[in-house]
C-alpha cells in the first residue's frame, strides 16, 4: 500500500506542470523591446570587432545626440608614438572603413550612405515612419556618427590626448 502511494505522488509530481517563471526584474527586461538604433549600433559594435578595431565601443551621447565610435587606448610612461598621428590615423581608418571618402569626407557608395548606415537598416525591405523614408532616415543618421580615440596614461592616469570628428568630413578636433 505504502507503495502505491509513493508511486502515486511521484507520478503526480512528474506530471503535473512547474510554477516557475520571470520574476519582475526578468519581465521588465522581456517586456523592453531592442530599439533598431539598439540593434544598429549592438551590429556596428560586432562589424568594428570583427575587423580588427578591437578598442572600439559605440554608444549613443543622449545628450549630444550623436552615435558614438569611440577607442580607448591605455599607454604607459614609455609610450613613444606621436599621440596627434596616432589620433589621425584612428578616425582615418574608421572613416576608411565606413566607406567614406577621405578627401571629401563623403560616402563612397552609390547610395550616398556611409557603410555604417546599412547596420541600422531593415533587412529584406524599408519602412517610412513618421513620414520619413527609410533611406532619407539612413542618411540623415549617417549625420550623426562622432568617431572619436582617446588616449590615457594609465600610470598617471592622465588624459594624454582625445580627438574627434563626425564620421562624414574631414575635420578632427583636438583635446589635451
Given at each position: 500500500m505504502r507503495g502505491?502511494?509513493?508511486?502515486?505522488?511521484?507520478?503526480?509530481t512528474i506530471t503535473s506542470p512547474a510554477l516557475a517563471g520571470p520574476d519582475a526584474i526578468g519581465n521588465r527586461f522581456l517586456n523592453d523591446t531592442p530599439s533598431m538604433l539598439d540593434f544598429g549600433m549592438f551590429k556596428l559594435?560586432?562589424?568594428?570587432k570583427e575587423r580588427g578595431f578591437m578598442g572600439m565601443a559605440v554608444w549613443y551621447d543622449w545628450d549630444r545626440n550623436r552615435i558614438l565610435v569611440r577607442e580607448l587606448v591605455l599607454v604607459s610612461n614609455e609610450w613613444a608614438e606621436d599621440p596627434?598621428?596616432?589620433?589621425q590615423s584612428s578616425i582615418r581608418n574608421v572613416r576608411q572603413h565606413a566607406l567614406v571618402n577621405l578627401?571629401?569626407?563623403s560616402p563612397l557608395q552609390e547610395s550616398g550612405m556611409s557603410g555604417f548606415a546599412r547596420h541600422f537598416?531593415?533587412?529584406?525591405?524599408s519602412r517610412?515612419?513618421?513620414g520619413m523614408e527609410e533611406e532619407a532616415a539612413l542618411k540623415a543618421l549617417?549625420?550623426?556618427f562622432l568617431v572619436r580615440s582617446e588616449i590615457y596614461n594609465y600610470q598617471t592616469n592622465r588624459q594624454v590626448l582625445a580627438c574627434e570628428g563626425p564620421?562624414?568630413?574631414?575635420?578632427i578636433s583636438y583635446e589635451e
Amino acid at each position: 500500500m505504502r507503495g502505491i502511494a509513493v508511486l502515486t505522488a511521484l507520478g503526480v509530481t512528474i506530471t503535473s506542470p512547474a510554477l516557475a517563471g520571470p520574476d519582475a526584474i526578468g519581465n521588465r527586461f522581456l517586456n523592453d523591446t531592442p530599439s533598431m538604433l539598439d540593434f544598429g549600433m549592438f551590429k556596428l559594435g560586432l562589424d568594428l570587432k570583427e575587423r580588427g578595431f578591437m578598442g572600439m565601443a559605440v554608444w549613443y551621447d543622449w545628450d549630444r545626440n550623436r552615435i558614438l565610435v569611440r577607442e580607448l587606448v591605455l599607454v604607459s610612461n614609455e609610450w613613444a608614438e606621436d599621440p596627434k598621428a596616432h589620433c589621425q590615423s584612428s578616425i582615418r581608418n574608421v572613416r576608411q572603413h565606413a566607406l567614406v571618402n577621405l578627401v571629401t569626407g563623403s560616402p563612397l557608395q552609390e547610395s550616398g550612405m556611409s557603410g555604417f548606415a546599412r547596420h541600422f537598416a531593415h533587412v529584406g525591405f524599408s519602412r517610412t515612419i513618421g513620414g520619413m523614408e527609410e533611406e532619407a532616415a539612413l542618411k540623415a543618421l549617417d549625420k550623426m556618427f562622432l568617431v572619436r580615440s582617446e588616449i590615457y596614461n594609465y600610470q598617471t592616469n592622465r588624459q594624454v590626448l582625445a580627438c574627434e570628428g563626425p564620421l562624414l568630413g574631414t575635420q578632427i578636433s583636438y583635446e589635451e
